[in-house]
C-alpha cells in the first residue's frame, strides 16, 4: 500500500487532471469573486461532505485545513453530527420506495 497521499498519486498519474483540481480549489478558497461563503464554512461543508461520503482520507484533510485556519474543535464537532445526520435522513429517502412497496403488499 502507497504512503502517498491521493492527490500525490493523482498527480504521477494524470498530473492535467490534478493541477485542475488544485486550480479549483484555489478559485473557490482564494478568488475574491468566489468569497460569498466565508472560507469557514467552506470548510465545515466539506468535514460533513468528506466524512458523509466515507472518506477518512479527505474528512482528515478537511479538519486539519480547518483547525490550521481557526476553526473551533465544536464547530467541527458541529459539522460532522450534521453530515451523520443528513446522511441517515438520506437512507430514509433511498428506502422510501422499498417501504411504500411494502406497505402497498
Known amino acids: ?4 497521499t491521493p492527490m500525490e ?10 493541477k485542475n483540481q488544485m486550480d479549483e ?19 465545515l461543508v466539506g468535514i460533513g461532505v468528506a466524512a458523509a461520503l466515507g472518506s477518512d ?5 478537511w ?4 483547525k ?3 476553526v473551533s474543535l465544536p464547530e467541527i ?11 441517515q435522513a438520506t437512507v430514509n429517502d433511498t428506502v422510501s420506495n422499498s417501504l411504500d ?3 402497498a403488499q
Open 1 to 4: 500500500m502507497s504512503e502517498k
Open 9 to 18: 498519486l493523482l498527480k504521477e498519474v494524470a498530473p492535467d487532471f490534478a
Open 25 to 43: 480549489k484555489a478559485l473557490l478558497f482564494e478568488n475574491e469573486k468566489y468569497q460569498n461563503v466565508p472560507n469557514k464554512y467552506k470548510f
Open 57 to 61: 482520507t479527505c474528512t482528515r484533510m
Open 63 to 66: 479538519v486539519k485545513m480547518a
Open 68 to 70: 490550521e485556519k481557526g
Open 77 to 87: 464537532a458541529e459539522a460532522i453530527m450534521v453530515a451523520r445526520y443528513m446522511k
Open 101 to 103: 412497496w411494502l406497505l
